[in-house]
Structures are given as C-alpha cells and as structure tokens.
C-alpha cells in the first residue's frame, strides 16, 4: 500500500488571510510558531494579525537556534507550548523548518510552513536535513509533510538576497538528479510522476532567476520573485515527495553527495547549501558525460555568480580525496542509483568540473 500526500499552500501577499481558515480545516485552536530570530521578525506581524480576534491562541513564539541539530529539536520537543499545541507553524529557512518537522516526528504534530527565504524545498518535504554539532551532516530524518504553505514573495523579496540566490542554486540540481538516479527505468506510478515533475524544474530558473536576483536585491516583490519561489518550495518539493518513498529513493543524487561530503572538510569561510549544490550539479554533469549541460549550467552559474570551482567554496584539488572518502557515508552514495558510485569516477569528475570552471 502507498499513500501519497501533498502540502496545500497559498501563495501572495496576502497569504496569511487563509491562515485561520486552515488551522479551522484541522480543528486547531492552539499554536506555537517557531522560527529564526529574522524570520519571526518577518512573519510574525502577519500571523499575528490574521489570528486576531480569532479563537485561535498562540501558545509561545520561539527562537530554535541557529542549525537543525539534535539538541535544537529537543528544545522544540520538550517545550509545554509545543506539547500541548494543536499545530506547529514553523518560520525561516530550511534548518529551522526541518528543526520543527523533526520535533514534530516525535510530537506527532501538524506542521505549517512559512519560507521567509526560498533557499531551498524544506517548506514541502517529507526529509528533513539533521546536523551535527560541528556543522558536519547527521544524517535525514523523514517527518510527514508539512500540512500547508504558506508563500509571502514579499517577505521573500525583503530577506537577505544570499538566500535567494542560494535557492536557485539548490534548485537547479532537482532536474537533473532525478532524471539521472531514474534513468535506469522500470519506474512505477508514483516515481514516475515525479520524474515527470522535475523535468519542469529547471526552465523557471533560467528564465527567471537573473530578473528575480535583481529584484530581490532591490526589495522587490515581482512576478520572477514569485515564479522562482513557487519552483524552489513547490515544485522541487512535490518532486522530493514523489522520489523519496520507503522503497526507493531518488530524490537527490552526486550533487548533494558532494555538497554532503563537503560538510565534513575544515576550511575557511562559510558556504551556504545551495550555493555548494550548484557547483555539484556540474560534477553532476561531468560524472555522466553530459558536456552540454555542463556548460549550459556553468553559464547559468557564472551569470548568477553560482561557483564553477573549487576555490569558490574554499575547497582545492589536493580536498578531493577526502571529498571520496566522505561522500561514503551519503545518502546518495549508499542509494547508488541508478548504478553504484566510484572513487575514481566520482574523483574525476570533481577534477574535470573544476577545469571546466577555470576556463569561464
């Protein structure tokens, strides 16, 4: 038996003129929203104006921290007014939603998102990314999806533009590591309909993403603004539900391999996730062969100023044996779809990515 579900949202300036009405479709009456401090900051006027004069009371208004690791989830999980709260609204970035959709595994709470930034598709999944302490990836967890999304381009348009631009980053590896850990075939139903889903992933941000960066650096919320967001939370989500079932898995692939292992690398600097994914996405291509889309999404990158080298993400030729040796212990590694992964070809196309980078 397969059960499939999806997260509803809404989307526009108004978006949180639907919120009561929501929470009534669950029977809620008590909430407690957590978030980044920038986030809450963002969001919370809103929330707080679509719920008043309501019968729905806000329990606690908290800050998760800063990264979604254990001890942050237990934070969540051990608080009274996350206990006793009918639903969980969950504001930020991707490490403070899967901070709250992993706390809910536990407090077998519903969910609500609210992407302050679109810099990635945690606002829709059903994974969740869990950090150690030192920044290094624990692992994923597999929370339900989030029940609904609630997507303010406005709020968006106004945060930091890094995120924005990371977003697309993360983005453009939907397309292309679902099609490559499905091409071996012989999918059934649900897989399939997320293959055909991540092939519309990709063109929104080629068409969009140059016009959306520049308007999000001016505060402005646009149509780019919305049409990139609806493809980093929606589209690239739904895909990420469809892929990652019990029984198989295809949702991320060598991209988040080598973000994943570069986790694990000491260097200077800090390196957002999408940011790193981008450039994985050209060992991606140079991994199988693709020459043309190698230097379709090395443009794109470049345009964007995305990294096309190593030394963009403060990492070096002599990191790539290492980068080997930690990718073992991927999700993607271990899936191996749709064929087992090696050191000497995953190695080489670090290498030949890189090259091709220096020549941009």
Known sequence: MRTIGMSDYTVGEDCFDELHGALAEYGATKVAIIGGKRALAAALPGIEAALAGTDVEILETRVYG???????????????????????????????????KTAAIELKKIVFTVPTICSNCSAATAIAVVYNDDGSLEGYSYPNRPAHIFINPKIIAEAPAEYFWAGVGDALSKQPEVEYATSAGNLEHTAG???????????????????????????????????????????????????????????????????????????????????????????????TGDTENLERYAAFNNQMGLPVTLEQVGLSEADIPALCEYAHATNEWKQGNPEPFTDEKFAAAIKAANAYGHTL
């Open 66 to 100: 800063t990264n979604s690791t254990r001890a942050n989830i237990a934070k969540v999980v051990n608080s009274p007014a996350c206990q006793e709260a009918d639903v969980l609204i969950a504001c930020g970035g991707g490490k403070a939603l899967d901070t709250v």
């Open 193 to 287: 309909l997320g293959l055909a889903l991540a092939h519309t992933c990709s063109e929104p941000l080629f068409t969009y993403g140059v016009q959306g960066l520049e308007d999000v650096r001016q505060n402005l919320s646009t149509e780019a603004v919305k049409q990139i967001a609806l493809d980093i939370v929606v589209n690239t989500g739904y895909v990420s539900n469809l892929t990652n079932q019990n029984d198989y898995y295809y949702n991320s692939s060598v991209a988040h391999a080598f973000y994943n292992a570069s986790c694990s690398i000491p260097r200077e600097g800090s390196y957002l996730h999408g940011e790193v994914v981008s450039l994985g996405v050209l060992v991606l291509f140079a991994y």
